[in-house]
């Protein structure tokens, strides 16, 4: 059983602040990673995609991606209330290439 | 581009009755998938398609559910008989390219609610 987990939530954070988002995967032959958010009511959206160790920047998101440790986040800089989302954590098995998606996190920016 | 096209927007039936979802791809994307999502399991892959066969049916929950993709464009989820147990959102995604790199593109969902 192929298994994404994220932290769970909700994360409630002041606007400026920074937002971790954590989440831990069960296969090691995993090759690729994204992060959707997703608003209420709304279809996911591809917010960051990761492949390789290390980190990944795309303005104020930023993936982290340790394989190893078979571990993913997402850090948000200086958060605003559009960011209050539920934040999907989806990882691509290397066995299926199907996406296997965490439960999500959902994120609450304080104005 | 119009994007990942779902209808209808919204269902609510009775618990017995067919229920048929509707799904048109983004032109030119030669894979499709159709999810399920509730509070209770999240999301969740049910079937997904290639150049309109199917590939992988093993998330499809019970033989309740069928889908079918007639051509590139154009994919349908029926369940017969519903239940209210099948009340979700289901999303149908399309990508263009099946590899580690390609992005799935979400439609705006049915919410479907049987009673």
């Known amino acids: 059983q192929k298994e994404v987990e994220q932290n769970s939530g909700p994360l409630s954070v002041p606007e400026g602040a920074i937002a971790s988002l954590n989440c831990t995967y069960s296969?090691?032959?995993?090759?690729?990673f994204f992060w959707y958010r997703q608003y209420s009511g709304k279809s996911p959206e591809l917010i960051m995609s990761i492949y390789s160790n290390g980190d990944k920047e795309d303005g104020r998101f930023t993936a982290q991606l340790n394989k190893a440790s078979q571990y993913v986040s997402l850090l948000i800089r200086d958060s605003q209330p559009s960011d209050s989302a539920t934040y999907l954590c989806?990882?691509?098995?290397?066995?299926?290439?199907?996406?296997?998606f965490g439960a999500g996190t959902t994120v609450t920016v304080r104005a | 581009d119009a994007g990942v096209i779902q209808s209808p927007r919204h269902e609510v039936t009775e618990m017995g009755q067919e229920v048929t979802l509707r799904c048109k791809p983004i032109?030119?994307?030669?894979?499709l998938f159709w999810y399920r999502q509730t509070m209770m399991r999240g999301l969740e892959l049910l079937i997904y398609?290639?150049?309109?066969?199917?590939?992988?049916d093993s998330g499809m929950p019970e033989d309740r559910f069928s889908a079918k993709m007639p051509n590139a464009s154009f994919s349908t989820l029926k369940i017969q008989p519903s239940e209210p147990r099948d009340s979700a959102v289901y999303f149908c995604?399309?990508?263009?390219?099946?590899?580690?790199?390609?992005?799935?593109?979400f439609g705006p969902g049915t919410r479907l609610t049987v009673l």
């Open positions: 032109s030119g994307h030669d894979y």
């Open positions: 398609f290639n150049n309109n066969v199917p590939i992988d």
């Open positions: 989806a990882v691509q098995f290397r066995s299926d290439y199907k996406l296997s």
């Open positions: 995604a399309s990508s263009g390219r099946f590899s580690s790199t390609d992005t799935q593109y």
């Open positions: 296969d090691r032959v995993s090759q690729s």
